[in-house]
């Protein structure tokens, strides 16, 4: 039997080269622990750093070094392993025909996807023109395929198959299974929020500060953890404000929630030792992508009504870049009211955002998003501040559209320049003309929702929590039609 085994020379060349860097490694550690001591540099700062590279900068190095040298070694045993099993067996290896057969499976599977792949875009414009047809005729035309395309379909293009009445059941079941498990990373099953603000009015003058804290997880089992800082300052009248407003987030991703609730309690602890940056910093392995935000927002109270419903009205524009060098255009108009009796009462707000993002300078993909939310309220406290809390029915209905098809760009572009204006009502009037190439997921949620704010002198801020529990979803891919998840 001849087997191919692992290249003893590579294994040891490589751990040749674990070796120098760890060389390097300790060479630059010692050298700059003997500038640091030479250097006549005192204070605070100089104490942090020097307290920092000792407790752990430099153990860090030399703990790498270490590493890095017990790799060598192994690298160097499997080397000596290698050459034994080639000698017994006439050339041949274990190890290395294990590998080349995996790398062979992997050739393989990609070959089979780029082939479906290029059989399926090849029936794009057939499965199109089925859809004016019966469900008779449907199904003769599936029947007309050989295996090979149908596996094709369902595998790269299932989400069209969904508008196809008249295919077999089985098949409709196992299309929507397969578009499911493709945005399986994009519908939510739960999410819990923390949101705070603290605003100060002199006369005609505004400035506040706030935070969020949103976690949310998807039905693949991931999580994400946006955390966001924010700050604004302008000018109100009456009850009518316009603030300029600039802020920064980041977006973390975990495979479990294991993960983000470990994640969340160090952070926590990070908190109380005032070293929320220095954790954020080595957490850098789950962050997704950093967020700049620079805006304008306005609002109007709209006044209440014998004193029992209140309403208003806020429009904001926001642009967001993130360190991977996309840019965000959103705008987003929303309405909140209420309603009282004494210290009972109902709450609710209705949002609507529409955003495209760049890459660069090529538009690649636009989203609407819809949302309301209510909420049942109760209690007042020292006639200056509100505690809250109550069931709340909230629902989304969230609108993608793939700016790369060359069917949506003279929409999009239409679209975008009435987002610069902040015209979200004409943005979604411009994509409807292709609103069945979106993909549209719409949830209903049912959750708790408490809150606590002041009001007292110049100053009032609000601290409200929220969490919530995916009750339906509804998902209508590109050229498909709605269907439910269950």
């Known amino acids: 039997m001849t087997m191919v085994g692992a290249d003893v020379s590579a294994l040891n060349g490589a751990a040749d080269q674990l070796n120098a860097a760890a060389d390097e490694l300790d060479a630059s550690a010692a050298g700059l622990a003997s500038t640091l001591g030479a250097l006549r540099w005192i204070g605070t700062v100089a104490v942090r750093f020097t307290d920092l590279w000792g407790s752990e900068h430099q153990p860090r190095m030399t703990k790498t070094s270490g590493f890095l040298r017990e790799n060598s070694v192994r690298l160097r045993t499997q080397a000596a392993e290698q050459q034994r099993a080639s000698a017994a067996d006439g050339g041949s290896g274990f190890l290395g025909g294990f590998f080349n057969g995996l790398n062979d499976a992997a050739r393989k599977a990609n070959e089979i996807a780029r082939r ?20 008779a005729e449907q199904l003769a035309w599936w029947n007309s395929l050989t295996e090979e395309q149908r596996l094709a379909i369902l595998a790269v293009r299932p989400g069209e198959l969904t508008a196809l009445h008249g295919l077999p059941e089985d098949v409709l079941r196992q299309a ?22 603290v605003e100060i009015k002199i006369a005609w ?77 080595k957490s850098a392995a789950h962050l997704g992508a950093v967020e700049m935000t620079r805006g304008v927002e ?4 709209l006044g209440a009504v014998e004193g029992k419903i209140d309403a208003s009205v806020s429009v904001s524009v926001d642009t967001r870049g993130d360190d991977q060098g996309d840019v965000t255009l959103s705008a987003q108009a929303s309405v909140s009211g209420s309603m009282k009796s004494g210290t009972l009462g109902v709450s609710g707000e209705g949002q609507v955002e529409a955003s495209i993002k760049f890459n660069g300078t090529a538009p690649e993909k636009m989203t609407f998003s819809m949302s309301y939310e209510n909420a049942a309220l109760s209690g007042v406290f020292a006639e200056v501040g509100e505690v809250s809390t109550g069931v709340t029915h909230s629902g989304t209905a969230q609108i993608t559209f793939d700016l790369t098809q060359p069917e949506v ?20 009037q411009a994509m409807a ?22 009001d007292v002198k110049v100053a009032s801020g609000e601290l409200t929590t929220n969490t919530s529990v995916v009750t339906s979803t509804y998902v209508k891919p590109p050229g498909g039609s709605f269907y439910e998840v269950n």
């Not at 498990?181 to 705070?196: F, M, N, R």
């Not at 306005?298 to 109270?301: E, V």
């Not at 760009?409 to 979604?428: F, P, Q, Y």
């Open 176 to 197: 929507k299974e397969n578009y499911t498990s493709l945005i399986a990373d994009e519908i939510k099953t739960s999410s819990a929020s923390i949101h705070g603000e």
């Open 116 to 135: 479906q792949r290029g059989i399926a875009d090849g029936l794009a414009a057939d499965i199109q023109r089925v859809r004016g047809l019966s469900d």
């Open 298 to 301: 306005a609002s109007a109270d």
């Open 409 to 428: 760009a003279d929409a999009a572009a239409a679209a975008t320049a009435c987002l610069k204006r902040g015209d979200v009502a004409g943005a979604s």
């Open 205 to 281: 003058f505004r400035a506040g500060a706030g935070f969020e804290v949103e976690q949310t997880t998807f039905r693949d089992g991931t999580v994400e953890l946006d955390i966001s800082g924010y700050m604004k300052a302008g000018a109100g009248a009456g009850d009518a404000e316009a603030l300029a407003k600039a802020g920064m987030g980041g977006t973390f991703e975990f495979e479990s929630q294991a993960e983000a609730d470990q994640f969340l309690k160090d952070l926590a602890v990070a908190a109380a030792k005032g070293d929320v940056v220095g954790f954020l910093q």
């Open 433 to 454: 003309s292709v609103i069945d190439r979106a993909e549209i997921v719409v949830q209903s949620s049912v959750g708790v929702q408490s809150s606590v704010g002041f």
